[in-house]
């Protein structure tokens, strides 16, 4: 994960923050933990976690960012005006997702769910993968035990154990949907259901849901 925040007025100078896999420090890559001049600190990082969880909050922005390392994933969670999000143009090429995730990364779902794509990674003769292979049913199970509510979170620890074998995964979509309890003012917005408003994944059923935590890359301009 890369973070750039933009040079701004009096507020603060350029920062960079980068985490990759079990390296996610607790400050930017010039070794400083805030900026803004004297004590007013307008970006701050408060590490929460060591080596596990940091926030940032950009005060001159209205921002605040939680990152996390769970097993061998990190995650990113943000809360800004609605106003920066929007503000972009079409000859920018980088900016955050807001008309919904990329198409190669959503699933038509008529009644099948890709079966682990992580043994098709794995060399000729390779040793076979240390995970679990999980059947529908028994992700179900295990994603039922952290996530009662069956909303895009839930579906997406599914998908997510059906294509990896890796339980890590959901306790990543747990802490997802803890962090938007947490950052997303409106309780009526925590939860996000499948557009056929069903309760399963099932044979004539048809939703959309992203690929979840697999590989991700995302750099955010702020």
């Known amino acids: 994960i890369t973070i750039i925040f933009k040079s701004y007025q009096d507020c603060t100078d350029q920062k960079v923050y980068q985490a990759v896999t079990d390296d996610l420090p607790a400050a930017f890559v010039d070794g400083t933990t805030s900026g803004g001049d004297g004590n007013t600190k307008s970006l701050r990082i408060v590490e929460k976690v060591s080596g ?5 909050h950009a005060k001159y922005i209205g921002t605040t960012l939680y990152i996390r390392q769970l097993g061998h994933y990190l995650t990113l969670a943000i809360r800004m005006p609605q ?26 779902d008529s009644g099948h769910l890709p079966l682990p794509v992580m043994r098709q990674l794995l060399p ?8 679990s292979v999980y059947t529908l049913e028994t992700a179900t199970t295990k994603c039922h035990e952290k996530m009662l509510v069956k909303d895009i979170y839930f579906y997406s620890c599914v998908f997510d154990l059906l294509t990896t074998g890796d339980a890590n995964f959901t306790t990543a979509a747990h802490s997802a949907l ?7 003012p409106r309780k009526e917005h925590w939860h996000i259901f499948p557009s056929s408003g069903g309760d399963g994944v099932g044979k ?17 301009f702020l």
């Open 83 to 108: 106003e920066l999000v929007m503000a972009y143009e079409e000859s920018q090429d980088v900016q955050l997702c807001v008309n919904g995730c990329p198409s190669s990364e959503l699933i038509d």
């Open 124 to 131: 000729q003769g390779g040793a076979a993968h240390p995970w």
């Open 178 to 184: 803890k962090d938007v309890e947490a950052l997303h």
């Open 52 to 56: 596990k969880y940091v926030e940032m």
């Open 204 to 220: 004539g059923s048809k939703f959309f849901v992203s690929r979840g935590l697999v590989c991700l890359i995302l750099v955010a």
